[in-house]
């Protein structure tokens, strides 16, 4: 699976996944710092990533439709954050993305972030459960 970290995420973050076995490209790395949120997910979208961020706009379905896209990914934290809670939450969404490709007991697995929002609290996945495709 292939993810693109926000600018507002750093590179211990994507050391978190790509340590885990994922594809990881940063916006900062293709100097995308403040580009407009529409050019974020254009680059996603080409590149096929999906999007991990803490940037609240592309928790709106109205304005990024997780369908559209091969994922969004929302961080959420609280107001007063420290880089050591943006990692455990990092974690908590690495954790969700591994039990996911196996999951514990034969546990039903959880769906992957594709055409999805998944909002990520420290140790706490929510999904989306917008409109689907008929093709789903």
């Known amino acids: 699976m292939k993810f693109k970290l926000d600018e507002n995420l750093g590179r211990r973050a994507a050391a978190v996944l790509v340590e ?3 594809d990881v490209a940063t916006v900062s790395e293709q100097r995308l ?3 407009p949120d529409r050019a974020v997910i254009d680059h996603c ?3 096929e990533r999906c999007l991990v961020t803490i940037d609240a706009e592309f928790g709106n379905p109205l304005r990024f439709p ?3 896209y091969r994922g969004l990914v929302l961080l959420r934290l609280p107001a007063r954050v420290t880089s050591e809670l943006i990692l455990d939450t990092v974690r908590t969404f690495r954790d969700a ?3 996911r490709e196996r999951p514990p007991g034969g546990s039903i697995p959880l769906p992957g972030p594709d055409r999805r929002l998944w909002v990520v ?5 929510r999904l989306d459960q917008g409109e689907r495709s008929d093709d789903e």
């Open 45 to 47: 979208v080409r590149e």
């Open 97 to 99: 993305l591994l039990s």
């Open 66 to 68: 997780p369908q559209r």
């Open 121 to 125: 609290q420290p140790g706490r996945v």
């Open 20 to 22: 885990a076995g994922f």
């Open 33 to 35: 710092e403040s580009a």
